[in-house]
């Protein structure tokens, strides 16, 4: 019965009212028609990365991007990310 509470609040939904610049509400509309998410599912998506980032930056790992191609590795990280 403890686990059934525990998922029970696991799953419960808070509503927030976050206020954003035009560039950051239209960034979010971009988002979300471009990969076919709803903008609330968009936003639930970058606070999750933005945890995952922050868990891993305590690791001591770096944060990022990169691409290998045949002839050279293009990289960016993310210095504040987390």
Same mark, same amino acid.
């Given at each position: 019965?403890a686990?059934?509470?525990?998922?029970?609040?696991?799953?419960?939904?808070?509503?927030f009212?976050?206020d954003v610049?035009?560039r950051?509400?239209d960034e979010?509309?971009?988002?979300a028609?471009?990969?076919?998410?709803?903008? !609330? =599912?968009?936003?639930?998506l970058?606070?999750?990365?933005l945890?995952? !980032?922050? =868990? !891993?930056?305590r =690791?001591?790992?770096?944060?990022? !991007?990169w =691409?290998d191609?045949?002839d050279?590795?293009?990289?960016?990280?993310?210095?504040?990310?987390g």
């Amino acid at each position: 019965m403890a686990n059934a509470q525990r998922v029970s609040s696991e799953n419960s939904k808070f509503r927030f009212t976050v206020d954003v610049s035009r560039r950051l509400a239209d960034e979010i509309e971009n988002i979300a028609k471009d990969t076919g998410r709803s903008k !609330a =599912e968009v936003f639930r998506l970058a606070i999750e990365l933005l945890s995952t !980032a922050r =868990e !891993a930056r305590r =690791e001591g790992m770096h944060v990022g !991007a990169w =691409e290998d191609t045949d002839d050279h590795r293009r990289e960016r990280e993310f210095v504040n990310f987390g």
